[in-house]
């Protein structure tokens, strides 16, 4: 039977999770350290660059600096996926918050607001010269009722906003802060899958 797995690089629990959601069979594949410490993926925002501009170049150099690492470490040569996810709030670029006092000044951003969650997905096949690469980017609408200043320090608190991109996991206790959303739910959790599936079967991967 032949091996059909992909490659995850990612760190991402919530992304392993829908992946094994949809089905799909996959091996992880990290990077030397935490995502941020390398060089070739730089998560920091750039001058002018837009939100949308903003997560699909971070997705994208994931995927390439994973293929190039599937080579000089003599892997076997499979498909690699790589994602990135990030707010949008008036035209900024909302990451993980640096720290709680940082998530704390997101949620009351958000509070009683409407915003945008982005997520690019990258997919790449390994070559000697150059990957072959397809991407899709998904962008949902995300509502927020207000929120008291209790529900913001009591959340942050349990410590489930300070991995999370906007400093709130939609899957998890936040769900109650979400009025209404217009879009991707497993696209703001952190990985479209159906925008995926299809992108997959672009490479003839059997999902």
Known sequence: MPDTRIYLVSRSVR?????????IRFELMLLRSAERQDAEVDESCLPGETPEVYVQ???RAKAIFGANLLLQRHLPKRL?????TTLDLDGEVIGKPKDSADAIA????????????????????????E??????????DVTFRALTE??????????ESLDK??????QGRAATFVESIH????????????ETVLMLREFGQAV
């Not at 958000?110 to 390994?126: C, E, I, K, N, Q």
Request: aromatic fraction near 4%; proline fraction near 4%.
């Open 80 to 84: 690699l996926l790589a994602a990135d």
């Open 150 to 159: 209790d529900e913001i320090q009591r959340y942050v608190q349990s410590g």
């Open 183 to 194: 879009g991707s739910y497993t696209g703001i959790v952190g990985l479209p899958l159906c």
């Open 57 to 59: 170049r971070v997705a």
């Open 15 to 23: 992304r392993r999770e829908l992946l094994n959601q949809a089905g």
């Open 106 to 129: 997101i949620l009351r951003r958000l509070s009683g607001r409407s915003h945008r969650v982005l997520t690019a997905v990258v997919a790449a096949m390994p070559h000697d010269i």
């Open 131 to 140: 990957p072959r690469v397809k991407s899709c980017l998904s962008v949902s």
């Open 165 to 170: 991109a906007g400093a709130y996991g939609i």
